[in-house]
């Protein structure tokens, strides 16, 4: 498949990133860091009951007290977020506000709900309003932000370096997000032991939201490759480029030596922290190059979900956690788009797998490296163990071309024929 060279060709590109700290009991040291900001006085704590349990949020309340700031726990974040969930957080924190700031405590799902409360407290007009167009009305952020401080307790959503915002819209059965350069934290935390009492089933799928992570932006289409844009135009997925790169490469080989291992032994603490700092890289490049086909054809496999209830995740609701929704297609996706960037895929698969024999056909490389990894850590075999076969491809398809956002960052042109093609490959992965 071939494009059209651009008539004036980008020559800039972009990069953002919040001010980061990392290490253990780094999040011993919150209430500090918000006592630097002058006008802050009240902190709302955003979370899941999940984490809430484990303590972690109710410690980091204390600090924060400690330093002379009242500071409230709101523990009901919905995991994998819907917009009735984030219209619930808006309206708890409207009711027990004003707040000055706010710090998410959790997975991407809670940090995910922190930026859209934040967006809510400090903009006019619905949550839809703000959702990615054509889903809902693509509006950005008028006023500023309140500070967000993100403290992940997952290893893998990169949420706390990115200016995105994932929910499922429940009456479309369609997952999106809001996207804008003021939803970025003001400042990630990054303290690895929070991680250490994450079970092996969220561990993988956050894994492999990693991985993805780092290799869709390493193979996403080049920062130059496009039509300049005008400085009003610029978004803040810009394609690949020598910054994100450098980020990407460090994760898969973090992932490389630490992924099976933190799976199969939670209470390895290095294993821990290198799968905290692969998180940490993988967001902070793809939150500026972008992702592609993987995670817009896991928007509808998650939205869409009917029974499938997965292992160490919250069982009362069926879902397809993120990272997991994001896996089921990534081999069949980077067979497509291997033609694209040959030496890029490559270079990810000897990256994640620096021991591998090279199989005969180079393009097969970079999805056996991941159906094996899969394999190992517990990843479903494909879309059909988790509930679609080929009478639902019509309808995942439909999902995923709503994901132009996404789509515009792959490495080519993604039809429809394309992504019915990647998906009926998927059902069955081994």
């Known amino acids: 498949m071939t494009t059209t060279p651009p008539v004036t060709p980008e020559t800039v590109f972009t990069y953002g990133a919040p001010r980061l700290k990392f290490g253990d009991g780094a999040s011993d040291e919150i209430g500090f860091d918000l006592s630097r900001y002058g006008d802050v006085r009240r902190v709302l ?31 009901q974040v919905h995991v994998e977020p819907t917009d009735a969930s984030l219209e619930a957080a808006v309206a708890h924190a409207r009711a027990t506000g004003p707040w000055d700031a706010l710090v998410a405590v959790g997975g991407g799902s809670s940090i995910d709900t922190a930026k859209a409360v934040d967006l809510m407290l400090t903009n006019p007009g619905e949550l839809m309003d703000y959702v990615n167009a054509p889903v809902g009305g693509g509006r950005a952020p008028a006023e500023p932000l309140k500070p967000l401080v993100a403290v992940p307790t997952t290893t893998g959503t990169g949420a706390e370096s990115t200016t995105i915002c994932v929910l499922d819209v429940l009456a479309l059965k369609v997952k999106t997000g809001i996207s804008h350069a003021a939803l970025r934290p003001s400042l990630a935390v990054v303290d690895p032991r929070l991680t250490l009492t994450q079970p092996p089933g ?68 290095a294993a821990r922290g290198e799968m905290a700092l692969a998180a940490t890289f993988a967001g902070l490049g793809f939150g500026n190059a972008g992702v592609h086909v993987p995670h817009a054809n896991a928007y509808p496999i998650a939205g869409r979900v009917r029974d499938f209830h997965p292992k160490d995740y919250p069982g009362e609701e069926p879902m397809v956690p993120h990272g997991v929704s994001v ?70 398809v439909e999902g995923t071309m709503r994901q132009q956002r996404l789509l515009a960052t792959a490495p080519l042109p993604v039809t429809e024929d394309d992504v019915a093609g990647i998906f009926t490959r998927s059902i069955e992965l081994w």
Do not use: K
């Open 327 to 396: 896996a089921l297609t990534a081999p069949e996706a980077f067979r497509f788009t291997f033609a694209a960037a040959p030496e890029r895929h490559l270079r990810a698969a000897r990256l994640l797998a620096p021991d591998r024999e090279e199989p005969s056909d180079p393009a097969e490389f970079l999805p056996g490296v991941l159906i094996d990894l899969m394999r190992d850590v517990g990843v479903p075999n494909g879309i059909g163990a988790v509930g679609y076969g080929t009478g639902d491809v019509e309808a995942l």
């Open 202 to 269: 969220v561990t993988a799928s956050a894994g492999m939201d990693i991985l993805c992570h780092a290799v869709e932006s390493y193979t996403a289409r080049w920062y130059a490759s496009g039509e300049r844009r005008r400085p009003e135009e610029r978004v803040p997925y810009c394609g690949a480029n020598p910054i994100s790169d450098l980020w990407a490469e460090q994760a898969m080989r973090l992932l490389a030596g630490a992924f099976r291992r933190a799976v199969r032994h939670g209470d390895d603490a």
């Open 45 to 75: 704590i955003v979370t899941d009951p999940g984490v809430a349990a484990t303590g972690a949020p109710h410690r980091i309340a204390e600090r924060i007290r400690a330093h002379g700031l009242d500071a409230q726990v709101y523990d």
